[in-house]
């Protein structure tokens, strides 16, 4: 028999107090992850503050855009996010949502191959260029250790400037519906299990996957396959032989002898005051890495390539300085990869222009504020995103 006074313990003005309180912390916490994906969701694809996802970056800009989106098996309890985005527990969600209905029969016969071999790894990347390169980089790098075959979009957007070792497959969303999605504890961090993928299933992989240690085995085949086509060679090449010949116009002394070339890129733009927590690289930086290599290199000619020129041309100056403007993002990395060495400040196409150079790479040491969403998405020292032997000053 219950009595009163029982029930006046059970509402007992502590005990009220006790849950306003932690229900209030509850939806606190709700709206601070909510908020926190929000924004890394714009910092990644630079689009607006709202849950609808981006153009998938695997399509060309004359095909359609495909709608299907693969939620990895370690996904946020919430809110539900598109694909590709970062989770950072271990909870189990369904592997494989639609936002329309997919056809019953595929258009292409390679689904019963498919379904029969079941090791296939299967990506779809989305966000810009650098973004992307890490997700396929990855991907083949995991897809060879654990010898499945990768496959990919027929539209996947860096077919455009490559020549990928991949297999491409037509109706894709079709071919690859109810495979099972993976992906990484932290977006810019290496997470083994992945390399680690149970046999007799097929499985496709989500996430940014931003750690050279998923490809570091096939470091030569990946740069191979990232040379650029010719035509986008070669417009960077006419770039560069312009420079030099600026710089020997500039510096006469020195007019017989090639210049030591050091690419650099500042990314500035919507990573400026970003309240994910990203780091853009100081003035102090800047000169800083640049003092270095004018010591160690006196024939030294700076190319600039940025996304914030008019910041860059007021802290990055000087006779040896040529500031590449005007042209696709593209021939920008291309311009950056052909040179001898690398000075980078912050974001995934800075990493890939001091990744493909091959040269020396400095780089900006602290790209996200601490303890900020963008943080905790690292790993403790950054050594999974940025390879030993680069250089890191600030």
């Avoid at 890394?40 to 503050?49: T, V, W």
């Avoid at 490559?162 to 099972?180: H, R, S």
């Avoid at 083994?192 to 570091?216: D, P, R, T, W």
């Avoid at 990055?316 to 021939?331: L, R, S």
Wanted: net charge positive; proline share 5%.
């Amino acid at each position: 028999m219950t009595t009163s006074h029982s029930k006046c313990k059970v509402f007992s003005t502590r005990n009220v107090l006790s849950l306003l309180v932690f229900c209030g912390f509850t939806m606190f916490m709700a709206y601070q992850w909510r908020s926190e994906l929000r924004v890394f969701h714009i910092y990644i694809n630079g689009s607006s503050l709202t849950f609808t996802p981006p153009p998938p970056a695997m399509l060309s800009t004359d095909q359609i855009a495909k709608t299907a989106t693969i939620a990895p098996t370690r996904l946020l309890a919430s809110p539900v996010f598109p694909t590709g985005n970062i989770h950072t527990t271990t909870s189990t969600q369904p592997v494989l949502t639609t936002s329309r209905p997919v056809q019953a029969v595929c258009k292409n016969h390679f689904r019963e191959e498919y379904l029969k071999k079941q090791n296939y790894l299967c990506s779809r990347p989305l966000g810009r260029l650098g973004n992307v390169m890490f997700v396929y980089a990855s991907s083949y790098g995991i897809a060879t250790y654990n010898n499945r075959t990768l496959i990919m979009d027929t539209g996947f957007m860096l077919t455009n400037y490559f020549n990928l070792n991949v297999q491409l497959v037509d109706d894709f969303e079709c071919v690859i519906k109810g495979t099972k999605g993976l992906g990484p504890r932290q977006a810019c961090a290496f997470d083994e299990s992945l390399m680690h993928i149970a046999k007799g299933e097929n499985v496709c992989l989500g996430s940014y996957l931003q750690s050279y240690k998923y490809f570091e085995h096939v470091q030569d085949p990946i740069k191979k396959q990232f040379t650029f086509k010719k035509d986008i060679n070669d417009k960077a090449v006419d770039i560069i032989n312009g420079a030099i010949n600026t710089f020997h116009k500039r510096n006469a002394t020195v007019k017989d002898t090639r210049p030591v070339l050091v690419g650099v890129h500042v990314r500035r733009g919507d990573m400026v005051k970003h309240k994910f927590g990203y780091a853009v690289a100081t003035p102090d930086y800047l000169g800083n890495a640049s003092k270095y290599y004018r010591d160690k290199y006196p024939n030294t000619l700076f190319i600039v390539c940025s996304n914030g020129m008019t910041w860059t041309k007021k802290h990055f100056v000087g006779d040896d300085v040529f500031y590449v403007e005007g042209n696709t993002f593209d021939v920008d990395l291309a311009v950056l990869v052909n040179c001898d060495h690398s000075l980078t400040t912050v974001g995934s196409f800075s990493w890939w222009a001091g990744f493909l150079a091959g040269g020396e790479v400095v780089y900006y040491q602290w790209p996200a504020v601490e303890k900020s969403g963008l943080r905790r998405h690292f790993s403790a020292d950054y050594t999974d995103f940025f390879p030993p032997r680069w250089i890191g000053m600030k």
